[in-house]
């Protein structure tokens, strides 16, 4: 099953106002990566946020983990038009292995 | 730079025949290999993952077998196709330690 599940599923809103996404895990984590991924692509990474960092921030990107509720939070602030995407979370799990799972991902629409 | 090459972009192939997807990353040694699906709209599932050569884990049960047999490129494989492998498919590095993902640029599979 997937690590991680994000919510809300798809989201629209204005130009300038903020955008929140959340995402809840299972099991332990290294560290909670987010991506963007633009319609058709790849993957293009954000922000990593590590198990013992609470909150992150990256230009108009701020992140926050809360690792004893397994959960953890997007914030796009001034939404643009271009930040019109689908985001994903996903998790590092500690130990040897190294697998990298995601979530469902929340599809935001910014219109202009 | 770390490059990542995914090949091909679209591919259209009846039930029953093979498939060869590879994945090629330059400007790195040792880098963690990942395929992932991704359905229409929805997340990505990891597939397999490899932390070295010959070195193959498989998340999920399935018709598709991965291959690692150089250092820098990753094989995803079918023997025979089915209608339900079509998908994008996505390949994925990441280096030592626990860090960021990057991504190709997804083939996208098309199975008749």
């Known amino acids: 099953s997937q690590q991680g599940e994000e919510d809300p599923q798809a989201l629209s809103i204005q130009e300038g106002e903020n955008a929140t996404m959340n995402c809840s895990y299972k099991?332990?984590?290294?560290?909670l990566q987010w991506y963007r991924q633009n319609s058709g692509r790849g993957l293009v990474h954000l922000i990593l946020?590590?198990?013992?960092?609470r909150e992150k921030h990256s230009g108009r990107l701020r992140v926050t983990l809360d690792t004893s509720k397994k959960s953890s939070s997007l914030l796009i602030t001034a939404s643009r038009a271009a930040d019109t995407a689908s985001y994903f979370c996903?998790?590092?799990?500690?130990?040897?292995?190294?697998?990298?799972?995601f979530g469902s991902g929340t599809q935001l629409t910014v219109l202009p | 730079s770390q490059t990542i090459h995914q090949w091909p972009a679209t591919l259209v192939q009846p039930v029953g025949s093979p498939l060869s997807l590879e994945c090629t990353v330059e400007?790195?040694?040792?880098?963690?290999l990942y395929w992932y699906r991704q359905a229409a709209g929805r997340g990505l599932q990891l597939l397999f993952y490899?932390?070295?050569?010959?070195?193959i884990s498989s998340e999920v049960p399935q018709n598709l077998s991965a291959s690692r047999p150089q250092d820098r490129q990753f094989i995803l494989s079918s023997k025979k196709l089915l209608l339900s492998d079509s998908g994008f498919y996505l390949c994925?590095?990441?280096?030592?330690?626990?860090?960021?993902?990057?991504f190709g640029q997804g083939t996208r599979l098309t199975v008749v």
């Open positions: 994925a590095w990441t280096g030592g330690g626990y860090t960021e993902a990057f």
């Open positions: 099991t332990s984590i290294n560290n």
């Open positions: 946020i590590r198990s013992n960092e």
């Open positions: 996903a998790t590092l799990r500690r130990g040897s292995a190294r697998q990298l799972t």
């Open positions: 400007g790195t040694s040792n880098p963690n």
């Open positions: 490899s932390v070295g050569i010959g070195q």
